[in-house]
Every structure is written in structure tokens, then in C-alpha cells.
């Protein structure tokens, strides 16, 4: 794991999202821990992933979401040298799609 993510607040984050059972439970949980606005950003990066990955260009992707183009590139760079975290949930999800 990343360091800079090695913290008690983040540890207690990431267990607690790993306890979450199903879609309700994980909706409940998100709507108590993050802003209306917080949700929005957090989910507009999952869906401007999922279109960088689906080899859309920025102005479409602009378009479709409203995310700026700086957060489209950050976005970007995480999927081209991160950790492969949108790569494995986006696999997950299209497995459980079949």
C-alpha cells in the first residue's frame, strides 16, 4: 500500500468499505460519510476513468460529465501509472456484467 496512505483514518476508511455487505448498505454508508458534492466528484472520476478507458477523447468525455479537463488528465495519469485500481473494478464489473 502506498504510504501516504498509511495513516489510523484511511486504515479505518478502507476496513470499513471492505465491510460494506451490498449496494444498499454501500449507498447508506456513502450518503452518511460524504457530501452531496463529494459523491458527485467522487463518481464523476469513476465515469471519466471508465471513458478514458473506453478510448473516448477529453471533449467527449467533457461533454458527458462536466469534469474539467484537469481533472480528466489526473484521472488519466492515474490509470496510466497507478496503482491498478480502476483497471481491476472495472474488470470485476464487466465480469459480473457477462
Known sequence: MNNRFNDENTDLLFKAVLELRDYEECCNFFEDLCTVTELKSIS?????????????VYSDIVKATGASTATISRVNRSLQYGSNGYEALFQRIEAKDE
Do not use: G, S
Not at 464523476?44 to 473516448?56: E, G, N, S, T
Open 44 to 56: 464523476q472520476r469513476i465515469r471519466v476513468a471508465k471513458m478514458l478507458r473506453d478510448k473516448c
